[in-house]
């Protein structure tokens, strides 16, 4: 094992009372690297030098068994491999903010997009004997459960999603994303000029049915005259990695009138506003982070899914030993948010925010959801 300099660093502030010794411990702990000479003075302390060199040593052998202790483990499993998505981005963050909170050794593992290739990593990272795994995605629903019974000693995270009958040693962790699909649709509402907004999503599920659902409620409550557009699905073999299709899915919603989109395609997210930047009154709500700088002056606002922070909140419950069987996170704890609503915003480049009195109704619904909770 390598005597690092933060060994010696801590072992100075041990003996730093001393006095003259600290040098002399340092010198003696690099090595045959000695800067410099021990001299009369030192060595006429024979007593003090010899008891601080044991205390050192015995110090030394405690940081040295200490680090020989290998962290634990951490993992992240993408359901596909690595590319844009913003959300799957942000399960890496996650995962790496949980391993410098609570000293861990964090990694990410990147799935082939097939049911093999992501068996084949919740394999490996078993081989790891990791404290905690963390997954994200539908993909994973029929594989996690099996493969968390055979490590009982494993905590597993299920993002988005649950399984039925899970075992003990699962939990799925959810967001109420109708919370902040509500005020999208209030915003949506409010500055339509056509009076027509809708939502693109990359599939349809009852949860993005939800959303849809909570998005046209809140454009009819902010605007009751407003006309909500079917929910758009981009669909195919993949959903939130299509640009084209998500393009080419947003020019037919503009045709039809609609202005403001809510798209929460992923990845697709880049065709939708393609389609958008090509119409000059049309506007956009993105989905999950702040996309407003990725066609400034066209993004009104974005729902923002702080995936990192309900990982960092599950894993610290989990390493006190509280066990779930399921977690939701909303507006409430911080897991979403609208960008305009954020300690940020002045710096968001949204469109949203040269609205003051837009801004005003946002904080007030916002204030009223979360009191409900």
Not at 100 to 122: F, I, K, V
Request: glycine content about 6%.
């Amino acid at each position: 094992m390598k005597i690092t300099t933060n060994h010696t660093r801590l072992l100075a502030m041990y003996v730093s009372d001393t006095r003259g010794d600290q040098t002399m411990l340092l010198s003696a702990l690099r090595f045959n690297n000695i800067s410099k000479p021990i001299t009369e003075s030192d060595s006429a302390r024979p007593d003090r030098w010899l008891r601080s060199l044991h205390l050192a040593f015995l110090l030394l052998c405690v940081l040295l068994v200490a680090e020989s202790h290998a962290a634990d483990k951490i993992i992240y499993i993408r359901p596909v491999p690595m590319n844009e998505d913003p959300l799957l981005r942000l399960g890496t963050t996650g995962v790496n903010q949980a391993a410098l909170m609570y000293g861990m050794e964090a990694s990410t593992l990147a799935s082939q997009p097939t049911r093999e290739g992501r068996q084949q990593q919740l394999d490996a990272a078993l081989k790891q004997n990791p404290k905690v795994v963390v997954l994200l995605g539908f993909e994973f629903k029929e594989l996690v459960a099996n493969v968390a019974r055979q490590a009982p000693n494993t905590r597993f995270f299920l993002l988005e999603h649950c399984v039925d009958n899970a075992p003990p040693n699962l939990t799925c962790i959810q967001f109420r994303e109708t919370e902040a699909s509500y005020l999208a649709g209030i915003a949506a509402g409010l500055t339509s000029h056509n009076g027509k907004v809708g939502m693109i999503a990359a599939f349809d599920t009852p949860v993005r049915r939800q959303n849809a659902e909570a998005f046209a409620a809140g454009a009819i409550a902010a605007k009751p005259t407003i006309s909500v557009y079917d929910p758009q699905w981009i669909g195919g073999e993949q959903p939130f990695n299509d640009p084209a299709r998500g393009e080419q899915v947003a020019k037919a919603m503009l045709a039809a009138g609609v202005d403001t989109i809510f798209s929460t395609a992923a990845v697709s997210n880049q065709g939708v506003f393609r389609a958008v930047a090509a119409q000059p009154k049309a506007r956009v709500i993105g989905h999950p982070v702040n996309q407003c700088r990725v066609l400034p002056g066209k993004v009104l606002d974005n729902v923002e899914v702080h995936l990192d922070i309900a990982i960092l909140l599950a894993v610290g419950e989990a390493l006190r030993g509280t066990v779930r069987e399921r977690m939701d996170f909303g507006l409430r704890e911080g897991a979403l948010s609208m960008t305009s609503l954020s300690p940020d915003a002045a710096l968001s480049e949204c469109e949203i925010t040269k609205e003051r009195a837009l801004l005003l109704k946002l904080r007030e619904a916002k204030k009223i959801i979360i009191s409900r909770k």
